[in-house]
């Protein structure tokens, strides 16, 4: 069974399926991921509720493929149900949410989709209503089953028109392993791509820490997307980088971001060899893990010089020579140890709550011209994460609501639904990519 780790091939086979039962554990289900020339799920949308976002879902549903229910049918089994809480305007209408997803709720075939369209609490008639859709999504998430996934998406009054990509992104399998989360559109000038099957044609993308892992996983979705991706790693890297930048047709920079000179030599490329650049995606992270206690000066300097501090750097020096080209897209890579902490990390956990930060400080003042976004992946299966020690590898790869590790695949996915040029719309957010870990949930 390909793709799965062992114990999820147990949990397939028929004795592991008994075992698996029987004993309450964690049953990792495989989830369906995108595959072009498939449908996005299996089966049709059932939208529900009624506020301003009702006719732009119908249409959002339609424009990815999928067919739109309204009223819910004897015996169908649908592949999402999307509801619009927007008009929700005091806490006894709170009910609605029940009446609607109690009697449907299980329906919901396999790696079905739960989506509630919300108002953003400080613009909405009842506050509170709306923010207490945070609970219900985030439980949903819980007590779905076999790959399902929930989301709560605020979309801000005048972003109705914003909603397109993302409505693509959740109703699909590009969002796998995207659960219990919470994502705000705001308004915003939306650009259609020509070909929707390669919305990133036409762009360049830069991606950090190409040469493996997540990164050579960001360049080929990129890629795949129709960007020209510029792939940049270390030297010692040069030839799994050339490997990458062959395999999605784009160019390689072997380079330390940490140089002095790397800021200028990045946009030095950018700007010569193609003009600007569109989508910058900060990947490249190191961790050199060790208790406070026991950390050297030199531990922590390599972990902020890599994952922060060159990143300031590099977005400074684009931002100086107006390489970012209009509709931009800056994509941070972060962490759910820069959310929740983590023992042995206080480094790192610094540097990924310093992404954030930087998402937070660059999304306001940038807004209009460029989005600043930031995924924090959860357990990723990586080289990075085979060198944890196997019970904490094994633990962390249970403790989320899949009871399985991502693949990179899944975290430039969520990636490429933020360089999307539809998600003008789509700023200051962080997203995990983490199977709705129980840390920092
Ligand atoms: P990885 O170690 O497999 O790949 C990181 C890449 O960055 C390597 O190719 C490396 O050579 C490159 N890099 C390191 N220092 C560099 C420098 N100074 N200049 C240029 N390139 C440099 O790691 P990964 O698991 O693919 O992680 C990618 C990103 O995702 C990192 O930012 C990491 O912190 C983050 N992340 C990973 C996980 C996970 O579970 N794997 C979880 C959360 C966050």
């Not at 424009?63 to 149900?81: K, M």
């Not at 795949?224 to 980088?241: F, I, K, T």
């Not at 390689?252 to 600007?276: F, N, S, Y």
């Amino acid at each position: 069974m390909v793709g799965m780790d062992r114990y999820q091939s147990f949990a397939r086979s028929g004795l592991g399926r008994f075992v698996v039962g029987k004993l309450g554990l964690p049953d990792p289900y495989p989830l369906r991921r995108h595959s072009p020339g498939t449908p996005p799920l299996n089966g049709p949308v059932l939208i529900g509720g009624g506020g301003r976002l009702a006719d732009p879902l119908r249409a959002a549903v339609t424009s990815t493929g999928l067919t739109p229910a309204t009223g819910a049918a004897d015996g169908e089994r649908y592949g999402a149900l999307v509801f619009d809480a927007s008009g929700i305007d005091s806490v006894e209408r709170l009910r609605e949410l029940h009446a609607f997803f109690q009697p449907v709720i299980r329906s919901l075939r396999p790696c079905g989709r739960v989506v509630v369209f919300g108002t953003p609490p400080e613009q909405a008639e009842s506050h509170v209503a709306q923010r207490a859709l945070e609970g219900f999504t985030r439980s949903v998430g819980k007590e779905l089953k076999r790959g399902g996934t929930a989301q709560l998406v605020y979309v801000a009054p005048g972003g109705e028109d914003a909603i397109g990509s993302t409505v693509r992104f959740l109703l699909s399998g590009r969002s796998a392993y995207v659960s219990g989360q919470v994502i705000r559109i705001g308004p915003a000038d939306v650009e259609q791509p020509v070909d929707p099957d390669r919305p990133l044609a036409g762009k360049v993308a830069l991606v950090t820490g190409a040469a493996r892992g997540i990164g050579a996983a960001i360049a080929e979705v990129l890629g795949r997307d129709g960007a020209s991706v510029v792939c940049l790693d270390v030297p010692a890297q040069g030839d799994e980088l050339s490997a990458v930048a062959n395999r999605v047709g784009g160019t390689a920079i072997q380079l330390d971001i940490t140089a002095a000179d790397a800021p200028a030599r990045i946009v030095e490329h950018l700007t010569r060899r193609h003009g600007g650049v569109d989508v910058v995606v900060h990947n490249a992270g190191i961790t050199r893990d060790r208790t406070l206690g026991r950390m050297d000066a030199d531990r922590w300097d390599a972990v902020v010089a890599v994952n922060l501090a060159s990143q300031e750097r590099v977005n400074e020096a684009l931002l100086a020579a107006d390489a970012l080209r209009p509709n931009g897209r800056i994509v941070g890579v972060s962490s759910i140890a820069g959310i929740a902490g983590n023992v042995g990390q206080t480094n790192y956990a610094t540097t990924k709550a310093g992404v954030i930060g930087m998402v937070d400080s660059l999304s306001r003042r940038l807004a209009g011209r460029a989005t600043v976004n930031a995924v924090a992946p959860g357990f990723i299966e990586t080289r990075m994460t085979a060198a944890v020690p196997l019970f904490i590898r094994e633990a962390g790869r249970r403790m989320n609501s899949m009871s399985q590790g991502g693949l990179p695949v899944d975290v430039a996915e969520a990636i490429a639904w933020f360089a999307h040029p539809a998600s003008a719309g789509v700023n200051g957010n962080v997203v995990r990519v983490c199977g709705q870990s129980l840390l920092g949930a």
